[in-house]
């Protein structure tokens, strides 16, 4: 099964910085639109951002001009920057991965991000 794996969460203060990363040798990125969703304690799974692969990228409301996602073909790999942190960012992150047409979905197991003072 084909699987993706995060890095990069932690416990962080308000106002702090972390860096997601998530890669696969499973399959090749460069086909396929990238997305890193969230879940918070009690609530459903949000789309955080996205970035196509044509490089185009969104973000919801509550993280744009905050958070960053990028791409490296050439690494199969994506992150996501996330600046100024607020604890209502608490959350696990899930990177995902959707091929043209959602023909191939895949997950990661996701990764804790915690903002606390």
């Known amino acids: 099964q084909v699987q993706l794996v995060e890095s990069g969460g932690g416990f962080v203060q308000p106002g702090g910085s972390l860096r997601l990363s998530c890669t696969s040798s499973?399959?090749?990125?460069?086909?396929?639109?990238m997305n890193w969703y969230r879940q918070a304690p009690g609530k459903g799974r949000e789309l955080v951002a996205t970035?196509?692969?044509?490089?185009?990228?969104n973000y919801s409301d509550p993280v744009r001009g905050r958070f960053t996602i990028s791409r490296d073909d050439a690494e199969n790999s994506v992150s996501l920057q996330m600046n100024n942190l607020k604890p209502e960012d608490t959350a696990v992150y899930f990177c995902n991965a959707q091929s043209v047409n959602k023909k191939y979905i895949y997950w990661g197991q996701g990764t804790q991000v915690t903002v606390s003072s």
């Open positions: 499973q399959f090749t990125f460069r086909y396929y639109d």
């Open positions: 970035i196509t692969r044509f490089d185009s990228t």
